[in-house]
């Protein structure tokens, strides 16, 4: 499917908030895709589409999930929106949207908690959500300079982020992340 079709339909599921951030995601990624040698078309199907699991509520969610035999944790069934929209958004950019791409797919599925393993394109994907323009927050200037300069230093800065976060507003740390920052920290180390 193409961009402008994907847009068409966005346009329909979303209010103008998310849909004004899902644009947002989408330009992001094609810019940082530019600038980190991935490919833009790709990285702005997968920004385009990185927020279609939000459209459904979080008992269709579960039920989704529950269908497609996906193992649900006990953190992702206490916070079924954000931990559960990205693993449904992958299967539904692949059954209603025809996206065959596993890399797409995987960078739709990750794009909220990370994974020990990214591709160039996940990162691309996980960044942009991060700091696409809509986005104002203590820091978000700091990590928008950084995912331009160096995918890795930015994804460990944006694991870092999250989970202060998430400590500071005494929420449930999904266990993915912590993994991903970790292995993302030696990376950097062994690095030096």
């Known amino acids: 499917m193409k961009p402008a ?20 995601v989408a330009s992001t990624c094609r810019q940082l895709a530019t600038r980190h040698r991935v490919d833009p078309d ?8 990185h927020d279609i699991g939000r459209r459904y509520t ?4 579960i039920s989704m999930a529950e269908d497609a035999d996906m193992a649900i944790t006990e953190i992702a069934l206490a916070k079924p929106g954000p931990i559960l929209h990205g693993p449904i958004g992958a299967l539904v950019a692949e059954q209603e949207f025809g996206v065959t791409d596993s890399d797409i797919l995987t960078a739709i599925r990750l794009h909220t908690f990370g994974a020990e393993e990214m591709s160039a394109l996940s990162k691309v994907v996980y960044l942009a959500d991060k700091i696409e323009p ?3 927050y203590s820091g978000v200037e700091e990590l928008r300079r950084l995912a331009f300069d160096d995918l ?22 999904f266990e993915q992340t912590i993994k991903a920052r970790n292995k993302m920290l030696q990376k950097l180390r062994r690095a030096e």
């Open 5 to 24: 079709a994907i847009k068409q339909q966005l346009r329909v599921d979303f209010d103008d908030a998310r849909y004004e951030h899902i644009l947002g």
């Open 42 to 49: 790709r990285a702005e199907i997968a920004g385009l589409l």
């Open 58 to 61: 979080v008992d269709q969610l």
């Open 134 to 136: 809509g986005r104002q």
């Open 152 to 173: 890795d230093r930015a994804m460990l800065m944006a694991y870092d982020q999250t989970l202060h976060y998430l400590i500071d507003h005494q929420e449930l740390v």
